[in-house]
């Protein structure tokens, strides 16, 4: 044995270990490639979402069976008012600006906003029907509805 089979050995040991290890490396790289691809389309998603998430307006919001007048704050003011059923019938506001005062009224609810203001003011009549009922508030808003769920308590 020469010095030559010794370093054909060497190489061969080396050889493998590298081998492993380039293995082993594009595994932890591509784990670590779908890793960051999935945390950046969740960070894409929640961007988006939080931008157009109902422009700071509440989904969903509970009145009381009393009756009640409330104040809904958004980031940006409405433009046009609509509240409906659950089956699309209701009432719409006439006025499509910004520059002065909305309202709309169907059944129980009535809602108002002011011009350029992010606020809605929602006033409903006591339920004396014995079950929740429901209606839609919709807003335009920069081209886009927002929509609010108000549920009324029995």
Known sequence: MGASSHICAIKRIFYVQDFDYSVIYKEKYYT????????????????????????????????????????????????????????????ESDNLSADVVIKVTYQWLSAV???????????????????????YLRGMVNDTHTEIKIIQKK
């Open 32 to 91: 670590m490639r779908k890793i960051l691809s999935k945390i950046a389309v969740v960070l894409t998603c929640s961007l988006i979402s939080c931008q157009k998430d109902n422009f700071g307006y509440e989904k969903i919001i509970y009145l009381s069976a009393e009756g009640e007048e409330l104040d809904i704050k958004g980031e940006a003011p409405v433009y046009s008012l609509s509240i409906t059923d659950f089956n699309g019938n209701g009432a």
């Open 113 to 135: 906003s002011a011009p350029n203001t992010n606020k809605i003011t929602v006033t409903s009549e006591p339920n004396t029907s014995g079950k929740n009922r429901t209606l």
